[in-house]
C-alpha cells in the first residue's frame, strides 16, 4: 500500500492534534495531498497540505468551511472531531449540544459534501475515529451517548452508500497517548502514573499509540478494502 496513496485527496477533520495529528503526518509522508481541519494550525509551510483552521462550534466560521470544501473532490475521509469539552452533566443544553455537534452531527454533515461526488465516482472510503468507551461505558455521559449516536450512523448510512462502492466504517480507540491529547497532558503533568493506570485499566503491558489504530485505518482507506462497511472495530489493550 505504500504507494496506493500517493497524490490521493484525503480531507482528515481534528487533524490538527492528538490522533489526527499523527494520522495527518502518516498520510503527508505517504505523499497523499492532505486538508485538514482543526482550531490550531501546527504545521507550516508543508508541501501537499491544506488547512483549514476554524473552529467549527461557531456558525460563521461552519459556514466558511462548507464553502471551501464543496469543492474538494475527495475519495478518503477520516474524521477525527470530538472530546469532551469537559461536560459531565445534561443540566446545561447549550453545552450538551455542542459535545453532540463536534462528537457526531458535524462529521456527519461534513459527509454530506463529500458523498455526492463519491456517488458519481462510484468510490468513497469512510473512517470516523470514535470511543471504545461506547462499548465500556467509561467516561462523561455526554461524550459517549453523543459517540454511540455517531456509532448509529455509522451501522445505517454505510447499507445506504456502499452500492456506490463507498465503504463507511468507524474504529473505536481505547486509551490513546498521542500528541497533546488529553492522557498525554495527564501523563506529562504527573497527575497520572503510567504504570499504575496501565495495571489498572489495560491486558496489555503498554499504552496504545497512533500506530496501534493507523495499520488498520490504511487498510480501510484502502483498495485492498472491497466488503469491510459498518464496522465498528475496537482497539482498546482488553481495557478492564
Excluded at 471551501?68 to 450538551?96: A, F, P, Q
Aim: glycine share 6%; proline share 2%; aromatic share 10%.
Amino acid at each position: 500500500m505504500n504507494s496506493e496513496f500517493k497524490n490521493k485527496k484525503i480531507f482528515i477533520s481534528g487533524g490538527t492534534n492528538g490522533i489526527g495529528y499523527e494520522i495527518t503526518k502518516f498520510f503527508l509522508r505517504k505523499k497523499s495531498k492532505v486538508y485538514v481541519l482543526g482550531r490550531k494550525n501546527k504545521f507550516k509551510n508543508i508541501k501537499n497540505l491544506t488547512v483549514y483552521e476554524y473552529d467549527v462550534l461557531k456558525n460563521e466560521e461552519l459556514k466558511r468551511l462548507t464553502n471551501k470544501i464543496r469543492n474538494i473532490n475527495c475519495d478518503l475521509i477520516v474524521h477525527c472531531l470530538g472530546g469532551s469539552l469537559g461536560v459531565d452533566s445534561h443540566y446545561n443544553l447549550k453545552e450538551t449540544t455542542d459535545v453532540w455537534l463536534l462528537n457526531a452531527a458535524i462529521p456527519i454533515l461534513l459527509n454530506e459534501f463529500f458523498l455526492k461526488k463519491m456517488k458519481s465516482k462510484k468510490f468513497g472510503r469512510i473512517v470516523h475515529i470514535s470511543s471504545a468507551a461506547t462499548v465500556n461505558h467509561d467516561g462523561k455521559i455526554p461524550y459517549i451517548c453523543s459517540k454511540t449516536y455517531l456509532n448509529s450512523y455509522i451501522r445505517q448510512m454505510s447499507k445506504k452508500v456502499s452500492k456506490s462502492n463507498i465503504l463507511l466504517n468507524g474504529i473505536l480507540p481505547g486509551a490513546i497517548i498521542a500528541y497533546k491529547n488529553n492522557l498525554y497532558n495527564l501523563i506529562k503533568k504527573n497527575k497520572i502514573n503510567k504504570k499504575s493506570f496501565i495495571k489498572k485499566y489495560l491486558n496489555v503491558k503498554e499504552i496504545g499509540t497512533p500506530n496501534s489504530i493507523i495499520p488498520v485505518l490504511e487498510f480501510l482507506l484502502s483498495k485492498h478494502n472491497n466488503y469491510l462497511l459498518g464496522e465498528l472495530i475496537k482497539i482498546d489493550g482488553g481495557e478492564k
